[in-house]
């Protein structure tokens, strides 16, 4: 299991924990006590408001697929090849550009 800090650029503070298991590839969320539903991002502040702090493995592969190229993606070949990649792996990309996405100031770093 490898555990990922996501942040909010320029904050110490973790607003969540991104655990990927490897053998599974499968993804969960913890978002902490501490944190507010105005500190989190988008998706995870819907669970907030609900009173969940813990998405499964559906919602946080949901999560990581809003911050990576998708497999659709015209020219898929092109950008992978571009990033060294000979296959798609949403693990490897989602780590490629620290989880980070132009939709906010939120990235990931290993734990």
Known sequence: M???AIK???QKKIVSVLN???ETKTYTIDIPDTVSVKEAPFMMSLFLKKGIR???????MKWVQSRI???SRQNIGEILRINGMRS???HKLLLK??????QDEYYI???
């Open 54 to 60: 813990k998405m499964n493995s559906e919602w946080s």
């Open 8 to 10: 909010r650029n320029n």
């Open 20 to 22: 990927y298991d490897e």
């Open 2 to 4: 490898t555990r990922y």
């Open 69 to 71: 190229i998708p497999i």
């Open 88 to 90: 798609y792996d949403e």
């Open 109 to 111: 770093e290993q734990i």
């Open 97 to 102: 550009n620290e989880g980070r996405s132009c």
